[in-house]
């Protein structure tokens, strides 16, 4: 597995405590974030398509 960081804050998730990767709701490319983003429910953008959310 690749490095991954957390699309929302950049943190590198080979160090955070947990984390979630779930496929674009859109077009199915790979979201990483880590747990503080996820909880908090801090917006990410899909790198391949821009889809937005919380």
Same mark, same amino acid.
């Given at each position: 597995?690749?490095?991954?960081? +957390?699309?929302? #804050?950049?943190? $590198? ?5 947990? =984390?979630?990767? =779930? %496929? #674009? %709701?859109? #077009?199915? &490319? &790979?979201?990483?974030? #880590?747990?503080? +983003?996820?909880?908090?429910? $801090?917006?990410?953008? +899909?790198?391949? +398509?821009?889809?937005?959310? %919380?």
């Amino acid at each position: 597995m690749e490095s991954e960081e +957390c699309v929302t #804050c950049g943190k $590198n998730l080979d160090s955070a405590e947990s =984390f979630v990767i =779930f %496929p #674009c %709701p859109d #077009c199915g &490319e &790979e979201i990483a974030r #880590c747990r503080r +983003c996820k909880k908090l429910r $801090n917006d990410y953008e +899909c790198d391949n +398509c821009g889809l937005t959310g %919380p």
